[in-house]
């Protein structure tokens, strides 16, 4: 019994995961989608309906996005970066659900699957579990590392670039 419960605790934990991810990444979404409305004359019928009609689009691209490939980051997920089981789930589901609900109001962006990973390595850290083979968490800290230096430096390059050219 004890097991299922706390089975159906991590259930409804990834569901408040799932809406709070869709709450704060539709909007965003959604906004790239009402420009491109915005800036086509084409489209002049819609323009009425746009916000609806694009927090509807990204809302359905995304759910079939998250069936389609949200399985293969679920896996490396919960087997490469933190052995998962429902009371380990529930407490990272719980951390991320949290924050990324804390965050949206304020209207900060925040990446819900980095916030996952956050979680899932707090969770990790507090279970004192060691890297293993085809551990996924220090391919995914080096890319922290390397992506954001990286980022700043091709946007110094292309800047410096273009206004050398004006």
Do not use: C
Not at 90 to 113: E, I, W
Not at 121 to 150: F, Q
């Amino acid at each position: 019994m004890r097991t299922q419960l706390w089975t159906t605790l991590h259930w409804l934990s990834s569901g408040t995961t799932s809406f709070a991810r869709g709450l704060n990444d539709t909007p965003k979404i959604a906004a790239f989608l009402v420009l491109a409305i915005a800036l086509a004359p084409e489209a002049s019928a819609v323009h009425s309906l746009s916000g609806v009609w694009a927090v509807l689009a990204v809302s359905l691209a995304m759910g079939l996005g998250g069936l389609w490939g949200g399985y293969k980051i679920l896996n490396v997920l919960s087997y490469r970066v933190a052995s998962m089981e429902p009371g380990t789930g529930l407490v990272a589901n719980t951390g991320t659900s949290l924050l990324v609900l804390a965050a949206t109001p304020l209207g900060f962006p925040v990446s819900t699957t980095h916030v996952s990973v956050g979680a899932l390595m707090g969770v990790r850290w507090a279970g004192d579990s060691r890297p293993g083979e085809g551990d996924a968490l220090k391919l995914i800290l080096i890319g922290w590392l390397i992506t954001v230096p990286a980022a700043g430096t091709v946007s110094a390059v292309v800047s410096l670039t273009l206004h050398a050219l004006e």
